[in-house]
């Protein structure tokens, strides 16, 4: 059995074709630049080069696949027709099976980054390659880029109000797609993706505070106010509003997965939040 992971030098990719690699499956990495994955190819990965928008690169890159992770890309605007390039190829290639990754509860999801999500559910309900959706949760990750500060100023900044987030480390996400790449029974599942802790943003500052062992408390802001301050830190205007959208959306609760889905598949528990963010701050 050969299995393709695109998008395989991205934070996420990288770590399913790592997973692969544990499990004794010699992965296929689709990558842009091979050059970004060549430690990959030293591992054993065998490494083709395509980018999501070219077709033909797409057809040549899964050749003899029979199962493909199709990781969301990151161009916004772009997404749907890009994943419908890799979609298409996975049909002409005759794949068993595709697995996207996608976001939870994407039909019903209002915000800006389910979007292109839920188009892509869309173009994949409609295609003849046997799918199954990995709708990721939120990544631990997403706050470790602002831990010094939060631990610097002792004030963690969001939007979230009293909503609940059931994050997940990324190295769980990418361990329960090499689970659904290399076993069976999985075409047609929807798996919504979550980690075992649900917590709110107050509870977060105080995990931070724990692992830090300095005071950080949690400040909510409007939504224009966080974005505003997203944009302030540095971040592109588009990024920044779509994360303070998502904030907004966790005070509604769309990111609080208690599906068990994550569980079942690792299983085991998910990885802790005050382990990602120990490791990040260190």
């Known amino acids: 059995m050969t299995v393709a992971v695109t998008g395989a030098s991205g934070q996420l990719g990288r770590l399913v074709v790592e ?4 499990k004794g499956v010699t992965p296929v990495a689709i ?7 060549a430690d990959l190819a030293e591992l054993g990965a065998q490494v083709r080069q395509a980018s999501y928008d070219d077709p033909a690169a797409l057809d040549r890159a899964l050749v003899g696949v029979d199962r493909v992770l199709l990781v969301s890309g990151n161009e916004f605007g772009a997404r749907v027709a ?6 298409r190829a996975a049909e002409r290639a005759g794949v068993e099976l595709l697995a996207y990754t996608s976001i939870p509860h994407a039909e019903r999801n209002e915000l800006i980054l389910a979007q292109e999500h839920r188009g892509t559910e869309a173009v994949l309900a409609a295609s003849t390659v046997p799918n199954v959706l990995l709708r990721n949760g939120w990544y631990w990750e997403n706050y470790t880029g602002g831990l010094a500060q939060a631990v610097e100023s002792g004030v963690l900044h969001g939007a979230a109000g009293e909503g609940r987030v059931a994050a997940a480390a990324r190295a769980d996400y990418a361990e329960a797609a090499a689970q ?3 076993t069976d029974g999985h075409a047609g599942q929807v798996y919504e993706l979550g980690g075992d802790e649900r ?3 107050s509870e977060l ?4 505070s724990q692992v830090s062992g300095k005071p950080v408390r949690y400040e909510n802001l409007a939504q224009v106010d966080y974005a505003a301050a997203l944009e302030g830190a540095g971040l592109p ?8 959208d998502a904030d907004t959306g966790i005070s509604t609760g769309i990111l609080d997965v208690d599906s068990g889905d994550l569980q079942k598949l690792l299983g085991r528990a998910a990885t802790p939040v005050a382990d990602v963010f120990r490791a990040a701050l260190s």
């Open 19 to 22: 997973a692969l690699l544990r």
């Open 31 to 37: 990558v842009r630049d091979p050059a970004k994955v």
């Open 82 to 87: 890009q994943h419908t390039n890799v979609i």
């Open 180 to 182: 659904v790449l290399t």
């Open 199 to 201: 917590l709110t943003y």
């Open 205 to 208: 500052a105080q995990v931070i």
């Open 237 to 244: 205007s588009g990024y920044a509003q779509a994360l303070a």
